[in-house]
């Protein structure tokens, strides 16, 4: 059993407290009202508890990002010192640019870099950011394991996150260091254009081989 904090209890906070919480993990959201009642009645649904986010990330062994990135920055300074704990960053970075939904970092720069900025001594992975919540929530009901992507610098924190991926019904691909994030957040904009182009949000990307 691993104490993991997620910060943001949105859709996505959400399926991955359900599905961690499952796995027979301590779930703690770190929100910024502790007291309100959707936030209350989530947890009750997650059997997870809700502390105010420095005091979840600072008890927690993972810390997991499942925030707007509107609001990432502020709230992630804000976390304290995360110095050694592995920081699973499944944020995309968007914005609206002309009437569509883009990201604001691209190709020389990711999110999950700029976090790792904010976040000093943190071991920071990058993942989740390639599916809805629905398949976070239950992917072991796929018939092939959904393919999971990560990127990070430490082979430690890696081995970390690919066996939580695992445990919720992934399958982890490490695709190298934290600059591979370039490439892992503009893939979750094309799962989302996709999603949103008439494919619908309950279905993954898997890794196939021939028999």
Wanted: hydrophobic share 50%; net charge neutral.
């Amino acid at each position: 059993m691993m104490r993991i904090a997620i910060i943001g209890a949105g859709r996505v906070g959400g399926a991955l407290a359900t599905a961690w919480g499952r796995a027979g993990h301590d779930i703690r959201f770190g929100v910024r009202d502790p007291g309100d009642a959707k936030h209350r009645s989530l947890a009750a649904t997650a059997a997870a508890s809700v502390q105010p986010p420095a005091d979840a990330a600072s008890a927690g062994e993972v810390v997991v990002l499942a925030l707007p990135w509107r609001a990432a920055e502020e709230a992630v300074k804000a976390l304290g010192d995360l110095r050694g704990k592995v920081v699973i960053d499944c944020m995309n970075p968007l914005v609206m640019r002309d009437g569509e939904l883009g990201l604001a970092v691209g190709f020389d720069a990711s999110g999950a870099e700029m976090i790792a900025g904010w976040l000093p001594g943190a071991r920071v992975v990058k993942t989740l950011n390639q599916v809805g919540a629905e398949t976070m929530a239950d992917a072991a009901r796929y018939p092939i394991r959904p393919a999971m992507l990560m990127a990070g610098d430490e082979a430690g924190a890696k081995g970390v996150v690919a066996h939580l991926l695992s445990e919720i019904g992934f399958e982890p691909l490490d695709i190298g260091g934290l600059k591979r994030a370039r490439l892992l957040e503009p893939f979750g904009m094309a799962w989302i254009a996709l999603a949103m182009g008439g494919r619908g949000r309950d279905w993954a990307f898997a890794s196939v081989k021939p028999a």
